[in-house]
């Protein structure tokens, strides 16, 4: 776990040393204020890490920020519950990024008490089972049965007008990605009917 560093900040600007990491499954929240899918998925974020769902004696959240100006990082980390590299430190933001291959933003890797990755998808984790953690069983490019949005199971067939409802709904809360994942249900789906 070298590669996270010695020191994090608050959005208090209070300075935590790595030993406050010990034992405690990590989230590494690489965003940006700028970036809109981050604006959408940080208040999710927020809301699961404070909801109960987990304690900050198990899990901690450590904000990598692609933010361009210390303005920016300072406004975005006000919003958040959690430690933050420091925006001064590119370097080690970078060296972050590239360990992790980080491409777009946003993206939440969950690393085990040992620095070993649990999931590189933490966002979809988030999202599709907030009660699962620490997701150690969980594949997190399988849609749940149940959605954490109360959303149902795709229907047998177009006669239950309110669980096609619920399908679309949680299409269009997934994004592309439920698009994907109904394409996929309904193709193997069919192949079993053969």
């Known amino acids: 776990?070298?590669?996270?560093?010695?020191?994090?900040?608050?959005?208090?600007?209070?300075?935590?040393s790595s030993s406050s990491l010990d034992g405690k499954v990590l989230g590494?929240?690489?965003?940006?204020?700028?970036?809109?899918?981050?604006?959408?998925?940080?208040?999710?974020l927020i809301d699961w890490y404070t909801s109960g769902a987990?304690?900050?004696?198990?899990?901690q959240i450590i904000f990598v920020s692609s933010d361009r100006?210390?303005?920016?990082?300072?406004?975005?980390?006000?919003?958040?519950?959690?430690?933050a590299i420091p925006f001064e430190d590119a370097a080690r933001r970078q060296k972050l990024k590239k360990h992790y291959d980080v491409k777009s933003v946003p993206k939440l890797v969950v690393l085990d008490p040992n620095g070993d990755v649990i999931s590189p998808e933490g966002r979809k984790l988030v999202l599709r089972y907030p009660n699962a953690f620490p997701w150690l069983d969980v594949d997190p490019n399988v849609p749940p049965k149940i959605t954490p949005l109360g959303a149902r199971a795709p229907p047998e067939t177009d006669d239950d007008d309110d669980a096609v409802a619920d399908w679309k709904s949680t299409l269009m809360c997934y994004g592309l990605g439920g698009v994907f994942a109904a394409l996929a249900t309904s193709y193997f789906y069919l192949l079993s009917l053969q």
């Not at 776990?1 to 935590?16: E, P, Q, Y």
């Not at 987990?54 to 899990?59: A, H, L, Q, S």
């Open 69 to 83: 100006t210390k303005r920016q990082f300072d406004d975005y980390l006000g919003e958040m519950e959690w430690l």
């Open 28 to 44: 590494l929240y690489f965003s940006a204020s700028w970036c809109p899918p981050c604006r959408q998925f940080t208040p999710h």
């Open 1 to 16: 776990m070298a590669t996270l560093g010695s020191t994090f900040v608050d959005r208090d600007g209070n300075i935590h």
């Open 54 to 59: 987990v304690t900050k004696d198990e899990f």
